[in-house]
């Protein structure tokens, strides 16, 4: 009913910059936040960023400043412009999305992933 389709990830240069890009599509009635979250060999999934449909933004502490996430609502695609990329910013990022979705007459809350992109930060 819902997908998220990733894409922008690659092979940097640290100091380098990468955006990545994620478009929700499907039966979608309406958004109420998209993020961006990570996961590093042998280590936990991490949120990076989250955006709300109003703008609202958080980030985890060692992005700041860094990392942009922005949100096309009229696209449904949320973005993450990420600067000065260091090794410890390789993993696979994945988008989520907290959204509503129309089924028939009826609306039902949802919560969906992406299938990760690679990024990797090396010389």
Do not use: H
Request: hydrophobic share 35%.
């Amino acid at each position: 009913q819902v997908q998220l389709v990733e894409s922008g990830g690659g092979l940097v240069q640290p100091g380098g910059s990468l955006r990545l890009s994620c478009a929700a599509s499907g039966s979608i009635a309406s958004i109420n936040a998209m993020g961006w979250y990570r996961q590093a060999p042998g280590k936990q999934r991490e949120l990076v960023a989250r955006i709300t449909i109003g703008g609202s933004t958080n980030y985890a502490d060692s992005v700041k400043g860094r990392f942009t996430i922005s949100i096309d609502n009229g696209k449904n695609t949320v973005y993450l412009q990420m600067n000065s990329l260091e090794p410890e910013d390789t993993a696979v990022y994945y988008c989520n999305a907290d959204l509503w979705v129309a089924a028939g007459a009826l609306v039902r809350k949802g919560d969906y992933w992406g299938q990760g992109t690679q990024v990797t930060v090396s010389s």
